[in-house]
């Protein structure tokens, strides 16, 4: 093996930087050349590509977002679009990729291996949505930045004595909502995974008020809106038809915050660029050693390593145990 290529796909996440950065610099200590694909799966049916070296990827492991850029592309889902993206592998020479993203990016890396390139997947998605791992990079940093946004809030919540409703990122994972809520002490967390009772919550609510709470805090997974069936309703976003449902019940004043985008950006945390910087450089080892398809990923403090096709196909439970500790500690 003589040239590798690295590429960002789908969502941008915190901790990108530092996982190009240890591809790049691993590739290098074992005499590989390194080439950066821009923009995704797109940049790699256009051709659009950098060289990388060790000095061209000094001074990001502290940025946020991908020096590489991302993007989605439909392009690349059809069977030419695919065929396009292996022939212009080959004419660069390239003999093996490193994908970092999330699930939609594991899918594209899936089909590539069937059709002979060598690839590995780092789990990068703010989400945590991959199963096979226990942290995917960029989640710990979304959950630090949601933590400082809550922290603010509740001051301003404390003063005037108000509820807050805030919409965290997670379409079909609801795990920034459960580990910021326990965190920053909400009151209740409403997430994709299991079902809510909007008549216990606004109990939960009142009885909160009946003991002297005089603000709260809900949290709620952008995703819970995709199991409502009005579609004027659900155009209005999660914590808005919460806030809208709690409101018409009991007629608590509320205040809806919707956190948006600032979750993807920001320097990564320690543990983002710690993670990043572990498995890019094991993702250029076992593209070295001769593995072809494979997914790295962490448990237990380890590094671990799956078939892509099998790691996209395990399922993911919920933490019950922190999920019943936000509503313990909210009395």
Do not use: W
């Not at 920053?184 to 709470?213: S, T």
């Amino acid at each position: 093996m003589r040239r590798i290529a690295v590429l960002t796909s789908g969502g941008d996440a915190p901790g990108m930087n530092a996982a190009i950065r240890a591809v790049t610099r691993k590739a290098v200590q074992e005499g590989l050349e390194v080439v950066g694909v821009q923009r995704g799966y797109q940049g790699l049916i256009n051709g659009d590509f950098i060289e990388l070296k060790s000095r061209s990827v000094g001074d990001i492991l502290q940025r946020g977002g991908t020096m590489l850029k991302t993007a989605r592309s439909e392009e690349f889902k059809t069977q030419e679009g695919m065929s396009k993206a292996m022939l212009m592998m080959k004419s660069y020479q390239i003999e093996g990729l490193v994908g970092i993203g999330g699930g939609g990016t594991f899918k594209g890396l899936a089909k590539l291996a069937e059709m002979g390139m060598p690839v590995i997947g780092i789990p990068g998605t703010i989400d945590n949505d991959l199963p096979y791992t226990d942290f995917t990079i960029g989640f710990d940093t979304a959950c630090n930045t949601v933590i400082d946004a809550m922290n603010k809030i509740r001051d301003t919540a404390s003063s005037h004595e108000r509820t807050f409703v805030i919409e965290v990122m997670g379409m079909k994972c609801g795990d920034i909502a459960l580990h910021t809520g326990l965190a920053g002490g909400a009151e209740c967390i409403i997430i994709p995974e299991i079902p809510y009772d909007i008549d216990a919550i606004c109990e939960k609510m009142l009885e909160g008020m009946r003991k002297g709470k005089g603000h709260s805090i809900i949290v709620v997974a952008e995703g819970i809106i995709e199991k409502v069936a009005d579609p004027m309703m659900a155009s209005h976003g999660s914590a808005h038809y919460i806030a809208d449902q709690i409101r018409n019940k009991v007629g608590m004043e509320f205040r809806v915050i919707v956190l948006g985008h600032i979750q993807r950006g920001g320097a990564p945390s320690v543990r983002d660029r710690v993670l990043a910087t572990r498995l890019g450089a094991r993702a250029t080892e076992l593209l070295v050693s001769g593995v072809n398809d494979a997914a790295v990923g962490i448990k237990d403090e380890g590094i671990v390593r799956f078939p892509l096709k099998e790691a996209l196909a395990m399922s993911k439970s919920v933490n019950m145990e922190i999920y019943r500790l936000v509503d313990e500690m909210s009395i």
